[in-house]
Nanobody
Framework: QLQLVESGGGLVQPGGSLRLSCAAS????????IGWFRQAPGNEREGVSC????????MYADSVKGRFAVSRDSAKNTVTLQMNSLKPEDTAIYYC???????????????WGQGTQVTVSS
């Protein structure tokens, strides 16, 4: 199983920004699409964004379109989720996951990170 590590979560005020990173341990991310998911207390895990292995294809949930941007850096072996104009409803644990093809369905992914908490509150 692939090992992924998320970082960059924290507490931010509404309207603020955070940048999450997903790093790989012991393998290169270049061959994998990376999905970002989030789960708020009492809610099911939902797909937020995905970037293909080539980086040419990206996907976003309607709730984050225009506010979030996903990118990848092969040199650093990381995938970044830039989150702008954050809202309280973005509060959740954010996870990255890897598979061959992009998807926003969590059941399609078998390899997950441990998650990082994002809290949007004044």
């Amino acid at each position: 199983q692939l090992q992924l590590v998320e970082s960059g979560g924290g507490l931010v005020q509404p309207g603020g920004s955070l940048r999450l990173s997903c790093a790989a341990s012991g393998f290169t991310l270049d061959y994998y699409a990376i999905g970002w998911f989030r789960q708020a207390p009492g809610n099911e895990r939902e797909g937020v964004s995905c970037i293909s292995a080539s980086g040419r294809t990206t996907m976003y949930a309607d709730s984050v379109k225009g506010r979030f941007a996903v990118s990848r850096d092969s040199a650093k072996n990381t995938v970044t989720l830039q989150m702008n104009s954050l809202k309280p409803e973005d509060t959740a644990i954010y996870y990255c996951a890897a598979r061959r093809l992009c998807s926003l369905r969590d059941e399609d992914f078998a390899s997950w990170g441990q998650g990082t908490q994002v809290t949007v509150s004044s």
